[in-house]
């Protein structure tokens, strides 16, 4: 009932900037999670950042400081911000919607690439 659709991902250079939108669709509730998260290959998922609809954002400690979350008034678009990148931050980066009411649904984004490189 919700699609999530992310782009802005690619290749870029150690040091440089990068913007990642998810843009949300369907029946999306007045209170919810909207979260990036990122798998390397061999490696765990993992939280990368997070904001809710009351505004409340929470990071991961590897991004603090270089990487912001924010979403738009209507609700219907995230980005990820992610600016002195680093080789550690290559990996595959999804978006993920959360209802924090009614049926607490859970919605995946089909990921997109993040390659940094030298």
């Known amino acids: 009932q919700v699609q999530l659709v992310e782009s802005g991902g690619g290749l870029v250079q150690t040091g440089g900037s990068l913007r990642l939108s998810c843009a949300a669709s369907?029946?999306?509730?007045?209170?919810?999670?909207l979260g990036w998260y990122r798998q390397a290959p061999g490696k765990q998922r993992e939280l990368v950042a997070t904001i809710t609809s009351t505004g409340r954002t929470n990071y991961a400690n590897s991004v603090k400081g270089r990487f912001t979350i924010s979403r738009d008034g209507a609700k219907n678009t995230v980005w990820l911000q992610m600016s002195s990148l680093k080789f550690e931050d290559t990996a595959v980066y999804y978006c993920?919607?959360?209802?924090?009411?009614?049926?607490?649904?859970?919605?995946w984004g089909q990921g997109t690439q993040v390659t940094v490189s030298s």
């Open positions: 993920n919607y959360r209802s924090l009411a009614g049926s607490l649904a859970n919605y």
């Open positions: 369907g029946s999306v509730s007045n209170l919810y999670a």
